[in-house]
């Protein structure tokens, strides 16, 4: 691709670049060595979310040199930039966790801001975590210029005793070495040897369901979010990345082109096929809602109704994302997909192709059974289920992969924090049967809707993981497992049904027919809610109160601004 047939005469960094009126502008670039042809090629956002916090982010700055090759390579001006994360794995577990989800807005926000402010023409963008993916692909569906996504890679798993393991195994020795099952020694072994190199956590937790979204909903080239963080293979994705972009600026093929309903519907089928992390309800919803489309939780349950769950995957499953990517990775998965009638094979990619014409080489690999077939799937139903009843009027998601039970009926155990529950938990100050309901963790609440892996995870190394249940009005991390029920709408802080709980409260929850219902009637609700007052949080000014003023309900993705279908223009078209 040649970039000098490329006119900027519709390309944002005109406003930079061309005429008298710009001199001080490319003053600047040549202060930083441009020359005059790097100046008048189309200028390349390229977007990490670089940083020392985790494994999941150390590579993506050496990763995004090799994309800058591409760009270059295609006669383009690569510009790199980096924004921030928030690591899940680390801030687990206690306040910090409160930043997390309001990272990705952050992300997607400083991402914009950075492209509008110096009129880049095109985006790709590098993420590693469970935020920092659904963050930047907002960003580009907002921004709307030709973008592509990236993902920096799974983690290796690590060895322990023979056998595969995971941060999750961590948080689980945690329960275990609370009851005394294991000592300091053995917790000592396993949390030093569970995560061996860079990448993200290694099965399908969150970032992992997110980069096979990426994957189905065309924003990234095939195969390339498979690929584990130290395979050198990589750069081979990351320079094409970088090519490809100069094509798609060509032919102005721009995100929304590309995230459609139907595609949005690709990515909701991939989640629920493969067991992924419940918080893809939170997430496909917000970046629906940067192109103006409608697609809140319980169309995303629509389609985990009527998918199959075919991936067997960890957690709830026996591999990891790259035995799935060695096996024959995405495409594999999405073509058994396709072939049975469960994606739409119409939707164009980044690849200026349908995903149909994509996978049109892409052969079945009968060798391996981390992918079933989805005409012969591990079960009828999907890994993840939407509920919605009496305690939860604008619903709630469970994952069910690899659960035998799929109803559950007991009294409630109520706790207002995360941990005054973890505190019960970690003491063994709760009973069998019981459900344990954590409130006031909401977006609103929170604030900032907090995962609940080191509650879940000390359960499971209790022993105790299929004989409670728990519900929130926050969230569950993509490595939970166990009935484990996140989003409850409405949120305890704006009088939802589960701020109205009491101890005693007889709940049932039934992923079969995706209903949770407490053993209470209107009239009681309605004079429990007349009562209910409005707690108030720490958090009283900073960036968390700034995201509880804005931030929505979970149902439609926790979003902070009107969106796509409210905007006058966008920004590809100034």
Known sequence: MDARVISKAKLPSRYVTVGPARAPHRSYLYAMGLSAAEIAQPLVGVASCWNEAAPCNISLMRQAQVVKKGVAAANGTPREFCTITVTDGIAMGHQGMKSSLVSREVIADSVELTMRGHCYDALVGLAGCDKSLPGMMMAMVRLNVPSIFIYGGSILPGSYKGRQITVQDVFEAVGQ?????????ELLEIEQAACPSAG??????????????????????????????????RDRFNFASGEK?????AKNIRPRDIVTLKALENAATVVSATGG???????????AHEAGIKFDLFDVARIFEKTPYIADLKPGGKYVAKDMFEAGGIPLLMKTLLDHGYLHGDCLTVTGRTLAENMEHVA???????????????????????????????????????MAELKFSGPARCFDSEEECFEAVT???????????????GPRGGPGMREMLSTTAALYGQGMGGKVALITDGRFSGATRGFCIGHVGPEAAVGGPIGLLRDGDVISIDAVNGTIEVDLSDTELAARAKAWKARTTDYQSGAIWKYAQTVGPARDGAVTHPGGAKETHCYADI
Not at 379 to 385: A, S
């Open 177 to 185: 070495h609370s009851v005394g099952t294991i000592g300091n020694a």
């Open 200 to 233: 993200s956590c290694g099965a399908q937790f969150t970032a992992n369901t997110m980069a096979t979204v990426a994957e189905a909903i065309g924003l990234a080239l095939p195969y390339s979010c498979g690929a584990p963080a130290p395979y050198e293979m």
């Open 245 to 249: 972009i100069m094509e798609l600026i």
């Open 277 to 287: 992390s419940t918080n893809a309800a939170l997430h496909l919803p917000a970046i």
């Open 364 to 402: 079945w690999n009968d060798s391996q059974d981390v992918v079933h077939p989805a005409n012969r799937p591990i079960t009828q139903t999907g890994g993840v289920v939407g509920l919605k009843g009496n305690l939860a009027p604008e619903g709630a998601i469970v994952k069910v992969a690899g």
């Open 427 to 441: 003491h063994r100050n709760y009973r069998e049967g019981e459900v344990l309901v954590i409130r006031y963790e």
